[in-house]
Each structure stands twice: as C-alpha cells, then as structure tokens.
C-alpha cells in the first residue's frame, strides 16, 4: 500500500511538471532562441516558422522522453490495433463535431460574435502562412496537447475518472480560449473548445492509450484545417 501511495504521489509530481514545463515553455518561444544570440523579430517570416516548429518539435521529444514508459507501449499497442480503434472510436468524433457545432450555434445565438478570437487567429495565421499553420495545426497540436493535456493529468487525477475528464476538458478549452481573449463575451467559446477535450479524456479513461485520443485529434485537425484551406480557395 504504502508502494503504491509513493507511486501515485511521483506520478502526480510528474504530471504536474509536465504541465509546468509546457505552460513556461509556451510562454518562452521568442526569448529562448536568444540563447543562440538571435532575436526573433530579426528573422524572416520562413526562419520564424521553422524555428517556431522545430521549438515545438523539441517540447515534444521532451515530453515524450519523460512518458516513455507510457507511450511506447502504447504506441506499439496503437501499430497493432489502429483499426479496431478506430472502427470503435470513430463515433465520438461524430458526437464530438454535433455538440461543437450546437454549443456554437446557441452562442451566436446570444453574442454578436461569430466566432472566438481564437479561431478567427487560426484563420488569419493560415492566411499568411498556410504550410506553417497545417503543419503547426494538424500534425503538432494533436500530439502535444494529449500528451499535455491527457497524459499529464491522468496522472494527476489517477484515480478518479470524472475529475480526470472535467478538469482535462475545461483546462483544454480555457487554453485555446484564455490565450486570445479580447472582450468577456470570448468566454463562453470555452464550452465548444472544452468538448474536444471532454470526449478525448473519456477516450482515454476507457482504453487507457494515449494513441487513440491522439489519432481522433489529428482528424478533427486536419478535416477541419483542410475546409478552412478550401473555404479560402473559394472566396
């Protein structure tokens, strides 16, 4: 018992290290490459994403170094049975698309905001920079954030699943929420941003593999970057 309580109590501390390290390190991209005696708005805009992506890259490695224990098995497990996953899975990305969708519906139905800050962000930046963004988007995000935002709290509520969820969610929405905010009213565009988050922890608790969360992320990414690639084609 007591071997177990130490177990916990390490993987809580790791957890909790993990979510430290991504939210200084998020907040640090433009000041640690001056340890390279670069300054980043020196750079031009194809240094900037490729440094951006390779910083990104390197969290990544880190935090995957960290849970190897945990994703290595899980990945060969993922190798193995990606299909029956996926055929089991599938359906919560259909549940997961209809509740955004709703949620988003019953917002525009009170605010006179359209969409969050957030994604308005996503769009412009694809404007711009439209390899960058679907590279940054849909193969980057779907990692980093189940590690992050799965991963690292399993291990903190590891007992209990419905704590697990609901702060795994709500922590998740408030990310891609909290880091735009302009006006009150981009508050509520936490429900839509949390029921991703909700549905792939749900995910998670079930099969206990941090693969299939993952796998269903990176197609909600890319089918939802690849509409928005071509809504800008056909405007």
């Not at 240094?47 to 060969?76: G, H």
């Not at 969050?116 to 679907?134: C, G, H, M, R, W």
Request: aromatic share 18%; glycine share 4%.
């Amino acid at each position: 018992m007591e071997k177990e309580k130490n177990y916990d109590l390490r993987d809580m501390f790791i957890g909790f290290g993990v979510l430290f390290l991504y939210l200084i390190a998020s907040a640090l991209p433009y000041d640690f490459i001056k340890i390279f005696g670069l300054n980043y708005n020196n750079l031009n805009l194809i240094s900037k994403q490729i440094y951006l992506i390779l910083y990104e890259v390197a969290l990544i490695l880190i935090i995957v170094y960290i849970y190897k224990k945990d994703f290595i098995p899980n990945f060969k497990d993922f190798l193995k049975n990606n299909i029956k996953y996926f055929k089991k899975y599938i359906k919560y990305w259909f549940i997961m698309l209809g509740l955004m969708i709703s949620s988003n519906f019953i917002i525009t139905m009170f605010t006179t905001t359209m969409t969050s800050e957030n994604q308005q962000a996503i769009v412009d930046t694809l404007d711009k920079a439209p390899i960058y963004t679907f590279i940054l988007t849909v193969f980057i995000a779907p990692i980093l954030e189940e590690l992050v935002f799965r991963l690292s709290f399993r291990k903190i509520f590891k007992h209990t699943n419905t704590l697990f969820i609901f702060f795994s969610g709500l922590f998740f929405g408030g990310m891609h929420v909290l880091g735009t905010l302009s006006n009150p009213i981009d508050l509520l565009f936490i429900i839509p941003y949390s029921i991703p988050g909700f549905i792939f922890a749900y995910i998670y608790s079930k099969e206990k593999n941090i693969c299939i969360p993952m796998s269903i992320h990176f197609i909600h990414n890319g089918i939802m970057m690849s509409l928005q690639i071509l809504l800008i084609l056909l405007t």
